[in-house]
């Protein structure tokens, strides 16, 4: 992707197919966006400001376990951190007191961070909510989505930790993504606690606050599905834009110099046209530190041609992201689709999971979700633990 940089940041594409045949119809596009982060080193990183709070009791094991990850997060303090909790009567500074009055709905602890946070931020200085969630969050979503909304309008990033496999994953990782952050749980060899001081790290790596990538389309370009890649597959949304907004907002959130760089898989429907080339979308990268001025801006395009030739080339970085991230809609398909209802749909979902998991040769994959679709078709129920453990299959290919 040409452009033109004028910060730390910049963005780099790739579109499969790189060329279309003039003799095609509709044709569905992936870009695949990474963002740059060559320049970053340079930076030192910035304070941060982090309020935790949690939501219902852990059980004892977990609450010894937290009890020595935050001794490791205050540990690794730096001048200008600040590290302070919230509980069901406030602001507390002592752990034990924030242990046992836990906050009694996800809702109150997003309220309760934004008034922590009402009276000690600070421009200069990342801030993020940590919530550790120990309940299954049986609370309506348009509250939910309507106080994140309001802590990310504020630059308020929050970053969920799960910890009741009954809790919906689906909700809490839309939740994240509003601010650019991510909602963790624990995996096999890595408990709940280890990815709280893991997530901790790579805020306190940041060097640039709350990144957003900004895409006007053509008029020609219909956007489909939006995913991000790296650091870790989600499905973020279906993507409808309507004729008076032609642009899509990407919450990136935190960026440091730890791990892959941030990556985003965007799909996109092109009619028929003509030899020529084609303009898919303008970007632009900001930060909230640099306001209005963009870090960096420049354009997509797609050619058409009408040599059979010039279009069998693909893009394998692009097929092989989409391979991977495609299949974490297909898990937020199957809990809607059972949410409606629609037996079938969860069946006929189910079995595209278990034969694109074979393709990718994920033989402890194909055998869980081939045991769930059995379970499904002979009782006609699924669990919610059995959605969470699908997307986490989805979502994390180290799983098998």
């Not at 197919?17 to 119809?25: M, N, Q």
């Not at 004892?60 to 069901?88: C, H, Y």
């Not at 242990?99 to 109150?108: D, H, K, S, Y």
């Not at 692009?318 to 398909?333: C, D, G, K, L």
Request: glycine residues 8%.
């Amino acid at each position: 992707m040409s452009g033109v940089a004028n910060g730390p940041l910049s963005l780099k594409w790739r579109v499969d197919p790189p060329v279309s045949l003039v003799t095609d119809g509709a044709v569905d596009v992936g870009t695949l966006l990474v963002l740059d982060r060559s320049a970053l080193a340079e930076r030192s990183p910035l304070p941060l400001n982090l309020v935790v709070a949690q939501v219902g009791t852990p059980r004892p094991s977990r609450t010894a376990e937290l009890r020595k990850a935050f001794a490791r997060i205050r540990d690794g303090i730096r001048p200008g951190d600040r590290l302070s909790f919230v509980n069901q009567s406030g602001a507390v500074d002592d752990l034990e007191r924030w242990f046992e009055a836990p906050v009694p709905t996800l809702a109150a602890a997003l309220e309760a961070g934004a008034q922590r946070f009402a009276g000690i931020r600070d421009a200069h200085t990342a801030t993020r909510l940590a919530v550790l969630v120990n309940t299954a969050v049986q609370e309506p979503m348009q509250p939910l989505l309507t106080a994140a909304g309001v802590l990310s309008e504020h630059a308020i990033g929050v970053e969920l930790f799960c910890g009741h496999s009954a809790a919906d994953l689906g909700l809490l990782t839309r939740l994240a993504n509003l601010g650019g952050g991510e909602t963790r749980v624990s995996q096999p060899g890595r408990s709940l606690a280890e990815a709280l001081v893991d997530r901790v790290d790579d805020l306190r790596d940041q060097r640039v606050l709350d990144v957003q990538v900004e895409l006007t389309f053509s008029p020609i370009a219909q956007p489909g599905q939006l995913f991000r890649v790296a650091p870790s597959p989600i499905f973020l949304r279906n993507v409808r834009l309507g004729d008076g907004n032609r642009q899509l907002t990407i919450e990136v959130g935190p960026v440091n110099t730890r791990g892959p760089d941030p990556a985003f898989l965007l799909t996109t429907m092109l009619p028929k046209r003509r030899i020529g080339r084609y303009r898919l979308f303008d970007a632009r990268v900001y930060t909230r530190e640099g306001g209005e001025r963009p870090l960096w801006s420049g354009g997509a395009v797609q050619r058409c041609t009408a040599d059979p030739s010039e279009s069998s080339e693909v893009e394998a970085e692009v097929v092989a992201a989409r391979e991977q991230v495609e299949v974490t809609a297909w898990s937020e398909e199957v809990a809607r689709c059972y949410a409606e209802g629609d037996a079938r749909r969860v069946s006929s979902t189910l079995d595209r999971l278990v034969r694109h998991f074979v393709t990718l040769g994920r033989r402890r994959a194909v055998e869980q979700v081939s045991q769930m679709r059995l379970r499904f078709l002979r009782s006609g129920a699924l669990s919610r633990a059995d959605v969470n453990r699908l997307r986490r299959l989805a979502s994390n290919p180290s799983l098998g």
